[in-house]
């Protein structure tokens, strides 16, 4: 999957690079690049995001961290956008279903890794995940 604009979908956008001005050569892309950038399709600045990228990192975080600590995490942090808004949140996700007395900063309940993975993939819920930051045990 491509970078996408986190409002529409699309493919038409672009982001910011260093470029020698003298000689045209891509030089670097600016620290924070693929998150913000102007989408052809809305015709406005963008969030954008990288679905395959994000469900990646989140594949290997999670590998890493079972071989690690030797079991599954209960929790994970993120980065979420609401569809619509260009408010970047945080927000913890529990990974699995029960539900306890000390759950009031839990974000969202999945049903396993792969729920998870799913949120960063343009659906019709009403945010999307970003960028994956850690898990928690």
Not at 19 to 31: G, L, M, R
Not at 101 to 108: A, K, L, R, T, V
């Amino acid at each position: 999957m491509s970078v996408i604009c986190s409002e529409c979908h699309g493919t038409k956008v672009s982001c910011e690079a260093m470029i020698n001005p003298n000689t045209k050569e891509f030089i670097h892309y600016t620290d924070e690049s693929f998150n913000y950038g102007w989408c052809g399709s809305c015709n406005k600045g963008q969030v954008l995001l990288d679905p395959e990228g994000t469900t990646a990192s989140i594949g290997k975080a999670f590998g890493e961290y079972k071989s690690t600590h030797g079991k599954e995490p209960l929790y994970a942090l993120c980065q979420i956008i609401y569809c619509g808004d260009d408010d970047l949140l945080e927000r913890q996700f529990k990974l699995s279903l029960d539900v306890g007395d000390d759950d009031d900063e839990i974000f969202y309940y999945c049903n396993g890794i792969e729920e998870l993975k799913q949120l960063a993939e343009p659906s019709s819920s009403d945010f999307i995940i970003i960028t994956f930051n850690s898990f928690l045990e």
